[in-house]
């Protein structure tokens, strides 16, 4: 994927994350009126433990170990993501790209209330935290996986795959979620 395509993709997906709405005030996501919100707060799973995110990097979270699993052939590149207000770090590769976010300004059932316009789906939980897959339907070619890791905090993996090479790689939700269980691995043991 080219830098160019790579952007636009990121871009998109940061717009389409951040809600459809119209808000007065940039970054705060609205309510919309569709079919793509979630409602269904009723059977949420607790988590085994408080995992606070505060002054963790999310450039040290995929071990070195696991690189070539992801095709990471470089370090990723810290930044701040504007949406969440949250540490982020973006790698980019031979496959597309993806994103670790550290969101703390924010608790997963953001998602879970249906202030966003995912459809977020329970998954497999991982280390024993709650996990939800954010599909749109729009985009075929990215996944969201958020781990509910602490009161007000929780783990995004944001996958985007080239769907030229998308043969050669896991499904795109599942790839998401094994991103979220390197970055999980490394939370847990430290």
Request: aromatic share 6%.
């Amino acid at each position: 994927m080219t830098r160019p395509a790579w952007v636009g993709a990121a871009t998109i997906t940061l717009v389409l994350v951040s809600g459809c709405g119209s808000s007065p005030s940039a970054g705060i996501p609205v309510p919309v009126g569709n079919d793509m919100r979630s409602g269904d707060t009723t059977s949420v799973p607790a988590r085994p433990r408080e995992l606070r995110l505060d002054g963790r990097d999310p450039c040290a979270l995929v071990p070195q170990s696991d690189w070539a699993k992801f095709y990471i052939e470089k370090p990723g590149k810290s930044k701040r993501d504007e949406t969440f207000k949250s540490p982020e770090c973006f790698y980019s590769n031979s496959v597309g790209g993806f994103d670790i976010t550290l969101v703390v300004t924010e608790g997963i059932d953001a998602w879970r209330g249906g202030k966003r316009t995912a459809q977020p789906q329970d998954v497999a939980s991982i280390k024993g935290f709650p996990a939800i897959s954010l599909l749109r339907p729009a985009d075929r070619s990215g996944c969201d996986i958020a781990v509910d890791v602490a009161a007000g905090q929780y783990l995004l993996t944001t996958v985007i795959v080239d769907l030229d090479k998308v043969s050669r790689l896991p499904e795109r939700c599942e790839y998401a979620h094994q991103l979220a269980e390197s970055a999980m691995n490394t939370l847990v043991a430290s």
